[in-house]
């Protein structure tokens, strides 16, 4: 499910909205949005559950910002790290000339880029 959504918030440019909130927590429930806001939201009757109220909408989309902001190293990460194909030949010739070039060039972008965000480390 997170990964679902932290696509969709790429898809609008690292912003989480109100609608990545309804289809995170409520997307069994029936509903109609227009405008982005809270008061553009059409809760239909035949859902089971009440409308959430403003204030669980705008934690939702807080916890789900958070969620995508915390995994911004990864974006980076795999924007850095080799191509498949030359991490397979890396790999390969590694075990040839018993070398570490496939370790050492994914460490570096992993220094580049570390988890707590605070990259690129240069």
Do not use: C
Request: glycine share 6%; proline share 3%.
């Amino acid at each position: 499910m997170e990964n679902r959504i932290s696509n969709l918030i790429k898809m609008e440019n690292g912003t989480a909205n109100i609608i990545h909130a309804l289809q995170s927590k409520w997307g069994d429930s029936h509903w109609q949005a227009s405008g982005g806001t809270y008061d553009g939201i059409t809760w239909s009757e035949i859902n089971e559950i009440s409308k959430p109220t403003e204030i669980e909408f705008d934690t939702e989309v807080t916890k789900l910002q958070a969620a995508y902001d915390a995994q911004a190293y990864a974006r980076n990460r795999v924007q850095e790290y080799p191509s498949s194909g030359d991490q397979w030949d890396m790999i390969y010739k590694d075990n040839l000339n018993s070398t570490t070039t496939h370790k050492d060039a994914v460490e570096a972008v992993k220094t580049k880029w570390p988890k707590d965000n605070s990259g690129p480390v240069e």
